[in-house]
């Protein structure tokens, strides 16, 4: 694997390019910004001989590269995102957030971890076998897409229409993050989500404390009835049937996760920075941010929240919240349970309505499946570390959307760590994870096709 | 009492003349119409042979004039402001707000009702005298403030240094209403406040939901469970000890309030436009808006609020709150008791202070006080009905600062009516009591006199 080794400055010379082009999916000013991303994707596919192409529909293009010389081998689907979250706040920034800038083994830039920096080790391990051996072990596919900051439909749209065209066997995912920087790490759970708008009605105008209070509902404190009666005070969700098909986590994932290294003190109090941790009693921590549904509340829009005091009874308030799904649970059926139950907990002289924005299924897969099986091979020969698994408390809706529509699994095996600040100003990537990243993929390659 | 029935033509284009100046306090772009207005009161009251003057201070300036030709008689401080409210949403105007314009029975002005409408008939009662009999019965003190509508400080702090100056035996505030068109009111009580801002901290930022769901304590959440410990949800307040200093309205009130006109369905369909009343149960409505505390939530800042799905769970929530006081309780206590109660249901995880943004204390003033029963009088006189006792369940605090500061009962006898949409578009005052309460303000000072 001297390729890799030798093609270092180069190839971090390329990631940076792609970093400075500020690729924000979120704001519209930078569409052409968004285009050129694109095009630098597929730019690099084509070198590398890929049949490669972009695919316009609503939204921003998806870039496709395909190499099918492997016939009678599996196919893999290699996905990730060529767009980047927005920089704000800009001063938080040691250096700007699209001059990307190497200090000691990290490469600050918005998009560095999330997702450029992962989808370039993609392409590179690619590189690196074509380049050494003029061939590839295995079928490979891309996919990327340009608004996965932005929730854009246009990916799923197109999974859902052209499923023929991107048959795989697997997909790999690297968006996601190794759980320390030498520990090599498979995840093979998300959480789902369904993420809502709870509207809660009162007069039909904003009334004058003084002269209503006592009289006029009110619905804040409406809204907090509600949210008090879907979860109690030790963090239980009070949703009726919502752990009833919650499947727990095996005696061997239970273990594993005891057994990482974990510092809770560190973790409370540096990277929470909260006084005590919340959440069901008795239930451990990676349990309960991997492997339990939440129930969240986002903000609350309404009334008057300016400077000073204004004595104001609220016609109505719109509470965003959220409930985090897992394995055994269904955003249909949670959805229903989560509008039943408050349905049931509205006060007297208010409505309340519940309105879905979007939703993502849980997904969990086999550690044994052959696809991560391999995955973990690969790790732990380039990590020289038995690799562990885990789980992650967010949700991927790709991985839902490559389950439902294409039938394959998705194997995260990604590169960033717990402290890139993904969406925080100083995003970085840890450099020798980009590296091995490179290889990892290049050996898993070669494992599948052998 | 022929003049002031002589001079109504008069009357009205002088009141005009004053509403067509936009004095609104809280826009420093009107500063010069604020001013303007100032002056226009102060050339009124001089009209009529008052000294008369601007006092400068922290704000706007207050105006005031006397009559002390009365040796041996009563003086009676005549309180109102002569700033308005913002007239936003302009549109929903049939008339514009600083073009006074009659429309039936009704002239439709910002300020009509309140207050300057009353501040004008205040004077006009009292020229009516003076063209008249060339004298007061009593002597008469007028003390007019600009910031009103904004909760300025400057006639406060005058009111508390300059006692001796205005030294009187009662007040009339005619920044109130009648309980309906024809009936005559006199207001003996107003609920106190205290406003204030429940902050509650969680982590020391803000975190994702899927990475922190089940370990981060949420501050939202924490909002609402203090929020359902302090109130429960049948509508009684859970403070300990808040009810205890409530002095219960007499048998006597509760009698005249069962006795009051009064359409609960349209109140609750028309007037608030809400599927049901709320409140302590088994409490009749009079008796819960005027007097019994409450505690109500104005809105919430922090998180996200906006279009979309963002899962932030958010550092910090700040809810704005307030609770209505009334006789007996006092702001200090009351303040005390939300203090220990907070920290009572402050759940694990995060902190919660209370900052007191304002406060005002409670006023009951007894039926029977002969400066009350004088303007009860006069009503009668001049309506032809016997007067109603009600209480208000606002704040004003005017009514505590003269108490407080010159030991003297306020007689809040407005002429203003339920629908006369105060601080909302399309504000009026009912012509025929602009003209009556001339004329029953005259007829109580010749009462006191007497």
Redesign the interface.
């Known amino acids: 694997m001297n390729y890799y080794h030798d093609h270092r400055a180069e190839f971090l010379e390329g990631l940076k390019a792609f970093l400075r082009i500020p690729s924000i999916s979120a704001l519209s000013e930078h569409k052409p910004d968004v285009l050129r991303a694109a095009e630098f994707a597929r730019g690099e596919l084509e070198a590398l001989g890929l049949k490669a192409e972009l695919i316009e529909g609503r939204g921003n293009p998806l870039v496709y590269g395909e190499w099918l010389g492997a016939p009678g081998k599996p196919t893999i689907l290699f996905y990730g995102h060529y767009d980047v979250q927005p920089p704000d706040p800009l001063d938080e920034w040691k250096s700007p957030p699209f001059e990307p800038e190497v200090r000691g083994n990290d490469l600050f830039a918005r998009g560095a971890a999330d997702d450029k920096g992962q989808v370039y080790l993609q392409i590179k391990a690619v590189e690196g076998l074509l380049k050494t051996t003029g061939r590839l072990p295995v079928n490979v596919k891309f996919l990327l897409e340009g608004e996965e900051e932005t929730?854009g439909e246009h990916i799923e749209a197109y999974v859902k229409t052209r499923p023929a065209r991107l048959k795989a066997d697997a997909a790999v995912v690297c968006d996601t993050e190794l759980f320390a920087p030498d520990l090599p790490t498979i995840c093979v759970g998300l959480?789902g989500?369904v993420?809502a708008e709870l509207a809660v009605q009162?007069?039909?105008?904003d009334?004058?404390?003084?002269?209503?209070?006592?009289?006029?509902?009110?619905p804040?404190?409406a809204?907090?009835?509600i949210?008090?009666a879907l979860?109690d005070?030790d963090?239980r969700i009070q949703i009726p049937g919502f752990y009833d098909a919650v499947i727990p986590p095996s005696a061997k994932e239970r273990e594993a996760w005891d057994r990482l290294p974990f510092d809770e003190k560190e973790?409370t109090e540096k990277e929470?920075?909260?006084?005590?941790?919340?959440?069901?009693p008795g239930i451990p921590?990676f349990e309960?941010?991997w492997a339990?549904p939440?129930f969240?509340?986002?903000?609350?829009?309404?009334?008057?929240?300016g400077e000073?005091?204004?004595?104001?009874?609220?016609a109505r308030a719109?509470?965003?919240i959220?409930t985090?799904l897992v394995a055994g649970q269904t955003t249909a059926e949670a959805a229903e349970q989560l509008r039943a139950a408050i349905a049931a907990a509205c006060?007297?002289?208010?409505?309340a309505e519940l309105k879905v924005?979007?939703t993502g299924e849980p997904s969990l897969t086999d550690p044994d499946n052959p696809f991560i099986h391999a995955g973990a091979q690969a790790l732990e020969e380039i990590f020289a570390k038995p690799t562990v698994y885990i789980r992650?408390?967010?949700?991927i809706p790709i991985v839902g959307v490559f389950r439902e529509y294409l039938g394959i699994p998705s194997v995260m095996m990604g590169f960033g760590l717990p402290d890139d600040n993904l969406?925080a100003p100083n995003e970085k990537f840890h450099l020798p994870n980009f590296y091995r990243g490179m290889e990892v993929l290049a050996r898993y390659l070669e494992l599948l096709g052998s």
Chains 1, 2 share one sequence.
């Open positions: 929730g959480r989500m993420y009162g007069a039909s105008h009334l004058h404390s003084g002269m209503y209070g006592g009289a006029a509902p009110n804040f404190q809204v907090a009835e949210i008090c979860k005070r963090g973790y929470i920075g909260a006084p005590a941790l919340v959440g069901e921590l309960r941010v339990r939440t969240e509340v986002h903000g609350i829009r309404g009334g008057f929240t000073g005091a204004k004595t104001v009874i609220p719109v509470a965003k959220s985090r006060p007297r002289g208010v409505t924005l979007s992650s408390g967010g949700s969406h």
